[in-house]
């Protein structure tokens, strides 16, 4: 099982610098995947968790894709409705292609009311437009509208992976219709052990295969073990880390994706700190895997 991490591309403190920076140690600490959020307009709720600027994930990672060679990189996650789907479908195709075939579009329905109205995007059909869009853009890339050249090319086929975010079973659902993985954010070990199980579910029941397990956990090492029944996974000491992703190898996963930024916009000042705990966590892993031959 690899190991991704999502990288800030949001606030004062995240310069040019900066971001170049993150992209390099992510690559030099062995990560496989490095991935980036979205969002188009800094309204009052994105701002109070995510400050401007935000970065273009698009433009971002196609600058970061000629900054590294190895690493992947993806949207955690590209908010579907709020862009045009033939236009996000020629987004991803061409980072895909000038990438090499490193990238990885997740993406989701979006949470931001106030960003939703801005953009004059319904809210309430943010799960239907979701669905829509994801169909049209799978579409474009094969060749299914009809007068309309294909956005991939044969050997290109099938595209980018596309792994579906979200937590519900709406979210659930979609994955295993419309993507290739499952990209489920921020949870306890004992709800992704269920939701595991209604993935199998939801694929058994439309005939599908089992999509790629692939989670963003939070990455927060404590001095002391957390007692805290309700602990998410990745918080607590660096061996309930390495048990959360152990057990998570055991479900499937097979890329675990760690989000060290913890909410507080001040930790942009400090992504020493995030690289830190990234770097013990990653040789902690490679040790780990290479004793039990995981």
């Known amino acids: 099982m690899r190991l991704g991490v999502n990288v ?3 606030g004062p403190a995240t310069s040019v610098d900066v971001l170049e920076r993150w992209a390099h140690v992510a690559e030099g600490l062995g990560f496989d995947l ?8 800094v309204t009052e709720d994105v701002a109070k968790t995510y400050p401007g600027p935000f970065h273009d994930p698009f433009t971002t990672l196609a600058w970061l894709a000629g900054r590294t060679s190895r690493i992947r990189l993806g949207t955690t996650v590209l908010i579907m409705p709020y862009r045009q789907p033939a236009l996000t479908a020629q987004m991803a195709a061409s980072l895909h292609r000038l990438s090499r075939g490193r990238f990885v579009l997740g993406v989701g329905v979006g949470w931001a009311r106030q960003e939703f109205a801005a953009l004059d995007v319904p809210f309430n059909r943010r799960g239907t437009l979701t669905d829509e869009h994801l169909d ?5 890339w094969g060749g299914g509208v009809e007068g309309v050249m294909p956005a991939l090319a044969p050997e290109e086929l099938p595209g980018p992976p596309v792994w579906i975010g979200g937590n519900s079973d709406a979210g659930i659902r979609r994955a295993v219709v419309s993507g290739n993985g499952w990209h489920p954010l921020g949870f306890t070990m004992d709800w992704i052990t269920d939701a595991v199980g209604r993935l199998k579910a939801f694929a058994d029941e ?7 397990l692939a989670p963003r956990i939070k990455l927060r090492l404590t001095a002391e073990p957390v007692t805290d029944p309700e602990r998410q996974a990745g918080i607590g000491s660096l061996e309930q880390v390495l048990d959360d992703l152990d057990r998570l190898r055991a479900l499937g ?3 675990v994706v760690l989000d060290p930024y913890h909410g507080d916009p001040a930790e942009l000042e400090r992504p020493e700190e995030a690289w ?3 770097a013990v966590v990653a040789a902690a892993w490679d040790a780990f895997s290479a004793a039990s031959g995981a």
């Open 8 to 10: 800030p591309n949001f």
């Open 276 to 278: 830190r705990d990234l």
């Open 253 to 255: 996963s097979e890329v």
């Open 136 to 140: 049209e853009m799978h579409q474009i």
């Open 34 to 41: 490095l991935m980036m959020s979205d969002h188009v307009l």
């Open 206 to 212: 439309a005939g599908r295969a089992v999509p790629t």
